[in-house]
């Protein structure tokens, strides 16, 4: 089994954060959601990965590189045009021939456990298996049917909430047998949701549904980014969060310097070199990254700092996104302020 991972999106509800990275490039917790991914295919065992780029492609290929610092082997397909999910996987169909595929996104945050999905994917012997989670609102999301052996016989995207057949969400993630190749034509936007899966109904070719467990968000918007924040600190999601995690659910990074006045209240995550100053307090969930300085009597609620942030003398943050290299100053800030260099 080889893994695509999509990573070509541009992200536009998660603006103004994705006015300078890519969506799978956004932090969570003090990693890019991309690594996330990473880590749990090499969890796993899927050390072949393909990646399709298209927004900020450097910014992917410079974190990453060949995928060794990471245990897998990295390839890329750049798209100067976007081909669609469905299209940019037919664009890198040589680098799969014989195998399995799987597909994942690169702007989600999931603990499936992949080997038992791929096991349920081969003993239902279909062309597809898509993974499958109950959400409350199905109008955001592709949705399913079920039969009683688990094969899909209606698929809707995105239906009207009074329209809808289930509340089984695609996730995303899906396994395909190499025969998915000879459906998708060649050179062309051509999209899993819209185009493919609907073909697939229409022309009784079998997909299967896995309903998975464990965690799957779809990181859409800002709200979402957040609470994904807080599902990672309050451990609702196995990921690995960096840094040596302290009692209280407190993880310090490499060479952060805490004063001893200041007061830390978990969960939060203390990524490298940051300098907390006498008299900051810090209230998770909340997230500090990498060389940020946080400078004498600054107080940070329930807020989410990325990396090279520099928060002022007596600077009071709530429920703040702060992205890469902001220098905050001794202005008042309100409540939900996105700040962006």
Not at 177 to 193: C, N
Not at 273 to 283: F, S, T
Request: charge should be negative; charged fraction near 25%.
């Amino acid at each position: 089994m080889k893994a695509m991972i999509l990573a070509a999106g541009l992200g536009t509800r998660l603006r103004p954060l994705t006015n300078v990275v890519s969506k799978p490039m956004v932090q969570l917790a003090g990693r890019p959601c991309l690594e996330h991914t990473v880590r749990l295919l090499k969890k796993h065992g899927v050390n072949e990965v393909m990646v399709n780029i298209h927004y900020f492609p450097e910014l992917i290929r410079e974190y990453f590189g060949d995928g060794s610092s990471f245990g897998v082997d990295m390839n890329y397909s750049y798209e100067k045009e976007l081909m669609g999910t469905a299209g940019g996987l037919k664009k890198v169909e040589s680098f799969f021939k014989n195998d399995t595929v799987l597909i994942i996104s690169g702007d989600g945050l999931t603990d499936i456990h992949i080997q038992d999905y791929y096991r349920f994917h081969k003993e239902k012997g279909c062309i597809a298996t898509l993974a499958l989670k109950r959400v409350e609102n199905p109008q955001q999301y592709g949705v399913v049917k079920l039969n009683e052996d688990s094969t899909i016989n209606i698929f809707q995207e995105k239906p009207k909430i009074e329209e809808a057949v289930s509340n089984l969400a695609n996730t995303g993630i899906y396994l395909f047998e190499p025969e998915v190749f000879q459906h998708i034509p060649e050179d062309t936007f051509y999209d899993f949701g819209k185009q493919l899966f609907p073909k697939f109904v229409e022309s009784r070719i079998k997909m299967a549904g896995y309903q998975m467990e464990g965690y799957w968000c779809d990181i859409g918007d800002l709200p979402v980014y957040r609470e994904a924040h807080y599902d990672i600190l309050m451990g609702l999601v196995k990921v690995e969060i960096p840094g040596k995690e302290l009692s209280d659910n407190i993880w310090i990074g490499n060479s952060t310097q805490l004063h001893p006045d200041s007061r830390i209240q978990g969960p939060v995550v203390l990524r490298d070199n940051c300098i907390i100053e006498k008299g900051v307090q810090i209230y998770g969930p909340a997230v500090i990254g990498k060389n940020t300085v946080v400078k004498e009597g600054a107080v940070i609620k329930r807020s989410i700092l990325w990396d090279d942030v520099c928060v002022g003398e007596g600077i009071s943050l709530t429920d703040a996104i702060v992205a890469q290299g902001v220098n905050l100053s001794n202005e008042p800030l309100n409540l939900d302020k996105i700040v962006v260099k």
